[in-house]
């Protein structure tokens, strides 16, 4: 085969790299959009064109053989090359887009409300959100910038703290004339949902309830698998929620709910932001950053008097 690198097969090569990726032409051709016959095809024109097959087949999956593992690291290093300087080319063309991902919940319930006051600072960026909690690798996809909910490690990333989250009794104006004090609290509809994927120590009642030093919570009470679902219901009317504050602030301003007992649990992960190396630097994103912090400043006003505890 000529080594001219005018000659490189990058259509192949391309195909190859996918093959190697997902160790399966049918998925590899998926990502492509093309059908696993043309992808089949390309790669046997690769391997013809270097004269050595580069995989195993089977009936049903494929391997690398010695060759296939010898020219992957190469290939995959080139093709991240290109896919990164594309990347920057096509930011520079729109630069006044940001791409940004976040928990649905928190792209719900804090800054989904707030979006408009940004669009009117800066009506000249476009946002556009994908609201998830998959793992998203901002090196290679279209991503700008990750809000997400945990610890500081994120090794090789830039990021920062946004909130510090904390969470203690919330329950409608009504309820709260009713269950006065943090022992009513043992007569009150507990609302309960799981923190145990996003948390270290779970924040929940039984921590609450031991800081507090009133021994373990009475049993029973609706169990959500989201807090923004045992948020809603507290909203409504259904019960006590230990709300977390970041997602029940707006509800707290507007008086839908009242957190009257000063007790509350700070875990230990916070909300962060995540991006690529130098890309906070880049004009729309850093006018984005800077907002999100400016509005993280106003949940401090609700934060007076509390009896913060970091160990329960």
């Given at each position: 085969?000529?080594?001219?690198?005018?000659?490189?097969?990058?259509?192949?090569?391309?195909?190859?790299?996918?093959?190697?990726?997902?160790?399966?032409?049918?998925?590899?051709?998926?990502?492509?959009?093309?059908?696993?016959?043309?992808?089949?095809?390309?790669?046997?024109?690769?391997?013809?064109?270097?004269?050595?097959a580069l995989f195993e087949r089977s009936h049903r999956a494929v391997h690398l053989n010695e060759a296939g593992l010898?020219?992957?690291?190469?290939?995959?290093?080139?093709?991240?090359?290109?896919?990164?300087?594309?990347?920057?080319?096509?930011?520079?063309?729109?630069?006044?887009?940001?791409?940004?991902?976040?928990?649905?919940?928190?792209?719900?319930?804090?800054?989904?409300?707030?979006?408009?006051?940004?669009?009117?600072?800066?009506?000249?960026?476009?946002?556009?959100?994908?609201?998830?909690?998959?793992?998203?690798?901002?090196?290679r996809d279209d991503v700008d910038l990750a809000l997400r909910f945990g610890p500081d490690r994120h090794e090789g990333?830039?990021?920062?703290?946004?909130?510090?989250?904390?969470?203690?009794?919330?329950?409608?104006?009504?309820?709260?004339?009713?269950?006065?004090?943090?022992?009513?609290?043992?007569?009150?509809?507990?609302?309960?949902?799981?923190?145990?994927?996003?948390?270290?120590?779970?924040?929940?009642?039984?921590?609450?309830?031991?800081?507090?030093?009133?021994?373990?919570?009475?049993?029973?009470?609706?169990?959500?698998?989201?807090?923004?679902?045992?948020?809603?219901?507290?909203?409504?009317?259904?019960?006590?929620?230990?709300?977390?504050?970041?997602?029940?602030?707006?509800?707290?301003?507007?008086?839908?709910?009242?957190?009257?007992?000063?007790?509350?649990?700070?875990?230990?992960?916070?909300?962060?932001?995540?991006?690529?190396?130098?890309?906070?630097?880049?004009?729309?994103?850093?006018?984005?950053?800077?907002?999100?912090?400016?509005?993280?400043?106003?949940?401090?006003?609700?934060?007076?008097?509390?009896?913060?505890?970091?160990?329960?």
């Amino acid at each position: 085969m000529s080594e001219r690198s005018d000659h490189l097969p990058l259509t192949a090569l391309r195909a190859f790299e996918a093959a190697a990726r997902h160790l399966s032409f049918q998925n590899a051709a998926a990502e492509l959009g093309v059908t696993p016959a043309a992808l089949s095809f390309q790669i046997r024109q690769l391997e013809e064109a270097l004269g050595q097959a580069l995989f195993e087949r089977s009936h049903r999956a494929v391997h690398l053989n010695e060759a296939g593992l010898r020219l992957l690291p190469g290939v995959r290093e080139g093709m991240d090359s290109l896919r990164a300087a594309w990347r920057a080319a096509h930011r520079h063309c729109t630069d006044r887009i940001v791409n940004i991902t976040a928990g649905p919940a928190f792209t719900s319930k804090w800054l989904a409300p707030r979006l408009f006051l940004f669009a009117a600072e800066h009506p000249e960026i476009e946002l556009r959100f994908t609201a998830t909690l998959r793992l998203l690798d901002l090196r290679r996809d279209d991503v700008d910038l990750a809000l997400r909910f945990g610890p500081d490690r994120h090794e090789g990333l830039s990021s920062g703290q946004l909130l510090r989250e904390w969470l203690t009794p919330m329950m409608t104006p009504a309820l709260a004339a009713r269950f006065t004090s943090p022992e009513s609290l043992r007569e009150a509809p507990l609302l309960h949902h799981d923190e145990r994927a996003f948390m270290r120590r779970p924040a929940d009642w039984a921590g609450w309830f031991r800081a507090a030093g009133l021994g373990p919570p009475p049993s029973g009470g609706a169990q959500f698998s989201q807090a923004d679902h045992a948020l809603d219901a507290a909203i409504s009317g259904a019960g006590v929620v230990l709300g977390r504050a970041t997602l029940a602030q707006d509800a707290l301003e507007a008086g839908r709910l009242v957190a009257p007992f000063s007790l509350s649990l700070v875990p230990e992960e916070s909300y962060r932001f995540l991006c690529a190396p130098g890309a906070e630097a880049r004009a729309p994103v850093r006018a984005f950053l800077d907002w999100l912090m400016a509005e993280a400043a106003r949940i401090s006003a609700q934060e007076a008097g509390r009896d913060f505890r970091s160990d329960w």
